[in-house]
């Protein structure tokens, strides 16, 4: 090759590396924008509507077995909203707060689309939220750590808490169980809790053939 098409070569390769660089740092910047946006909704939702929804139910008059749906004369709601909570559109079940990796989101109705989990997590099997037995909620990993992105910082011994919009109720639950399984393996969904409440927080790995799985159980 002669010197002068050689400098051009050489040249066109800087060109592009500069150019690759300028679109990764630009991707990344998009990513942590995207995910500070996205949390910024969720932690303004959490803290109006859905706090002004809770600050409504009057524990003392809530009859879970027969969901008693009762407006007071203060405008108060005693039970279950006849107007259920939405979040972009989505039936909120509750609030999941994961105070080791300072990150709290809505949990959605249980899962029946993938969009779902572009808006936030959301139930995917169970119970249902602060009942005894066990709750299975799904999470996107972004590596940008938005959603369950930061499960693998959580430990054994972390506590996370769950408020539900049923009762109003805050409980506490400890992280005891943190592993990897294959992706078809849903042993963990119907398991013996021990008339314990429990939660099984869960996201796909980096290749998505394998599944991230926590447990956590009420204090």
């Not at 994961?98 to 572009?118: G, H, K, R």
Request: overall charge negative; proline content about 1%; some cysteine.
């Amino acid at each position: 090759m002669k010197k002068g098409a050689y400098d051009k070569f050489l040249t066109f390769l800087l060109v592009v590396l500069v150019l690759a660089i300028i679109g990764g740092i630009g991707y990344l910047g998009y990513k942590l924008l995207e995910k500070n946006r996205i949390n910024d909704d969720s932690d303004e939702f959490l803290e109006g509507d859905f706090q002004n929804y809770i600050d409504q139910i009057d524990d003392d008059e809530y009859d879970e077995e027969n969901a008693i749906k009762e407006q007071t004369g203060d405008g108060k709601t005693r039970g279950i909203s006849t107007n259920a909570l939405k979040y972009k559109g989505y039936g909120v079940e509750g609030k999941l707060e994961m105070p080791s990796v300072n990150l709290q989101y809505p949990i959605l109705e249980q899962m029946t689309d993938m969009n779902e989990l572009e808006v936030s997590i959301a139930i995917q099997y169970g119970v249902g939220l602060n009942k005894v037995g066990n709750t299975v909620l799904v999470g996107h990993n972004y590596r940008s750590g938005l959603f369950f992105g930061s499960n693998k910082r959580m430990n054994i011994g972390d506590v996370i808490y769950i408020t539900d919009t049923a009762t109003g109720n805050r409980v506490e639950y400890e992280i005891y169980n943190k592993y990897t399984t294959e992706e078809a393996d849903t042993s963990y969904f119907n398991r013996d809790t021990a008339g314990k409440r429990e939660v099984s927080l869960v996201t796909c790995q980096t290749d998505n053939h394998y599944r991230l799985v926590i447990w956590a159980r009420e204090k």
